[in-house]
T-cell receptor, first 113, second 113 residues
Framework: NAGVTQTPKFQVLKTGQSMTLQCAQD?????MSWYRQDPGMGLRLIHY???????DQGEVPNGYNVSRSTTEDFPLRLLSAAPSQTSVYFC????????????FGPGTRLTVT | GQQVMQIPQYQHVQEGEDFTTYCNSS?????IQWYKQRPGGHPVFLIQ?????EVKKQKRLTFQFGEAKKNSSLHITATQTTDVGTYFC?????????????FGTGTQLKVEL
């Protein structure tokens, strides 16, 4: 099993550009989520999904879109990048939404200039 | 805003000293998880606590869940350089739409020889 994979590992965007961060898992997990990590802020939940076709907002959803057309994939789209979105982004998956450990991907380091 | 706080934010110890990080929630948690993130890495699951007053041990690590299920602690006995990293608690807060995992702000541990 590859676990949770994320691409790209690094990305530099200019303000206003759009892009999609890819996330995939091969563990047949129902629950997937996106976090951003900023110094001193811990991990903040952006969006999450409890299964294919179902998504919901987390703590900091503004400026991001998600979709879940398959169990395996959960892409995160930045519609119009802003410097405030400079961060490290982690995708995670778990067996379900309640009481199971989360497996994290290696992260994407995004810089918006 | 952030409902799960951790203290201290940083801790610098000599190898062999003990270390404790504390996690406090403003609301009652259904369970709490602990993760470790090595520098440059991604969070890795350590343990989950579910019951009020629960205590679990993993070698030199001792995890506690408070009686009111609003706080938790992680204690490392006789730290080693391999303990270096950031330790996060993550509390599961019941909401109307289901469970969400809220991460604490993390405690960064540095261990000097």
């Amino acid at each position: 099993n590859a676990g949770v994979t994320q691409t790209p590992k690094f990305q530099v965007l200019k303000t206003g550009q759009s892009m999609t961060l890819q996330c995939a898992q091969d563990m047949n997990h129902e629950y997937m989520s996106w976090y951003r990590q900023d110094p001193g802020m811990g991990l903040r939940l952006i969006h999450y999904s409890v299964g294919a076709g179902i998504t919901d907002q987390g703590e900091v959803p503004n400026g991001y879109n998600v979709s879940r057309s398959t169990t395996e994939d959960f892409p995160l789209r930045l519609l119009s990048a802003a410097p405030s979105q400079t961060s490290v982004y982690f995708c995670a998956s778990s067996q379900s939404s309640g009481g199971h450990e989360q497996y994290f991907g290696p992260g994407t380091r995004l810089t918006v200039t | 805003g952030q409902q799960v706080m951790q203290i201290p934010q940083y801790q610098h110890v000599q190898e062999g000293e003990d270390f404790t990080t504390y996690c406090n929630s403003s609301t009652t948690l259904s369970n709490i998880q602990w993760y470790k993130q090595r520098p440059g890495g991604h969070p890795v699951f350590l343990i989950q606590l579910v019951k009020s007053g629960e205590v679990k041990k993993q070698k030199r690590l001792t995890f506690q869940f408070g009686e009111a299920k609003k706080n938790s602690s992680l204690h490392i006995t006789a730290t080693q350089t391999t303990d270096v990293g950031t330790y996060f608690c993550a509390g599961r807060i019941l909401t109307g739409g289901g469970n969400k995992l809220t991460f604490g702000t993390g405690t960064q541990l540095k261990v000097e020889l």
